[in-house]
């Protein structure tokens, strides 16, 4: 006789399998839907020869990854070099444990679960820096200090910005800063926010316009420079995992989550979802690289005085309202 507890372990078993299979096979064939894309919004065929519509280049290029020769340089630190793809992939896929997709649909509920996501993306960047370090080339090593400083300088813009949802649903967790948008969606008295987050969630993942640090005109392929096979694939498909997860915290904390009318709460979820990683991918389409140096400048002259004065004018709505 299965007892309660045997069947929980197993439904949640069963729903981490789930929704790791949906995002690995999501962030893969992301890959066809941005060069279908590109292709239209640039005037250009996309891939359009294997399969119909090209739909089968996927499966061309996971052939190819995993056939191809999975070579480590010699010069490297064998270790480090193997753990930092895997890590790379880990921290994106970690974060997902909070994200809740509809009601009863997530893997686990914390009531700390936004500094959980922020925890997962703050160790993304040993990742990098790992790659970097271990590969013993100066063209890795000059991609990941762009890439440490980046990321370690963004995060502190997409916490500010983070700051003013959680004292409007008064909590840190994400089911209930969802149900807190049953009126309102925070897009709105959180704009600012939700632009400094989004902004901040680009350069994160490092995407165009703001994938300074494998710039190739400058750096080869930066801090994976001397990655091939499985373990660049790690590297490739982890960065589509994490559009994907800005897109999904994008839309769990200032787009109503899986609120909406008509439709399943999950379908709304999805919807929502794909349309800010459209989003993502038109970026790529229409805006230029600027120089690293813009982009420091940018963040620490721009984003961090207008996230600090989103929190300041939260905060005093957020007193204002309570003392009437």
């Known amino acids: 006789m299965i007892d309660d507890t045997a069947i929980a372990v197993i439904g949640t078993g069963a729903q981490i399998g789930a929704i790791l299979g949906v995002l690995v096979g999501s962030a893969a064939f992301l890959t ?18 294997v399969g119909p519509f090209g739909v089968l280049q996927v ?16 010069f490297a630190d064998k270790f480090v070099f193997v753990l930092a793809p895997a890590l790379a992939m880990f921290t994106g896929l970690m974060a997902f444990a909070v994200v809740p997709f ?6 686990i509920d ?7 996501f922020l925890a997962m993306t703050s160790l993304g960047v040993y990742a990098v820096v790992f790659a970097a370090w ?10 990941g200090m762009r890439t440490a400083a980046q990321m370690v300088s963004y995060e502190v813009f997409m916490g500010l910005a983070l700051l003013g949802v959680v004292m409007q649903a008064g909590s840190f967790n994400l089911r209930t800063i969802v149900e807190a948008q049953a009126g309102l969606w925070y897009v709105v008295p959180q704009f600012l926010g939700f632009v400094i987050f989004f902004i901040a969630g680009v350069a994160e993942t490092h995407r165009m316009p703001f994938d300074l640090p494998e710039a190739e005109h400058e750096l080869t392929a930066g801090f994976h420079t001397e990655y091939s096979g499985m373990k660049f694939g790690m590297f490739f498909v982890g960065e589509y995992v994490g559009v994907i997860l800005v897109s999904a915290m ?3 904390l200032f787009l109503g989550g899986w609120l909406g009318p008509w439709l399943p709460p999950l379908v709304w979820f999805a ?13 790529r389409a229409s805006l230029p690289r600027p120089r690293y140096d813009q982009l420091m400048s940018f963040g620490w002259k721009v984003m961090l005085p207008l996230a ?3 929190v300041a004018v939260t905060g005093a709505m957020v007193l204002a309202l309570g003392a009437s």
């Open 134 to 143: 271990a590969s013993n080339n100066k063209y890795a090593l000059l991609g």
């Open 308 to 310: 600090l004065l989103n």
């Open 271 to 283: 919807l929502k979802t794909s349309a800010v990683v459209v989003f993502f991918i038109l970026l």
């Open 250 to 252: 994008t839309v769990v």
């Open 59 to 74: 499966v061309a290029d996971m052939i190819k990854i995993f056939f191809k020769e999975d070579w480590i340089p010699p």
């Open 102 to 107: 509809a009601p009863g649909i997530g893997i």
């Open 110 to 116: 914390m009531n700390i679960g936004l500094l959980f």
């Open 32 to 49: 066809w839907i941005e060069r279908r894309l590109l292709g239209l919004w640039q005037d250009r065929y996309g891939p359009n020869r």
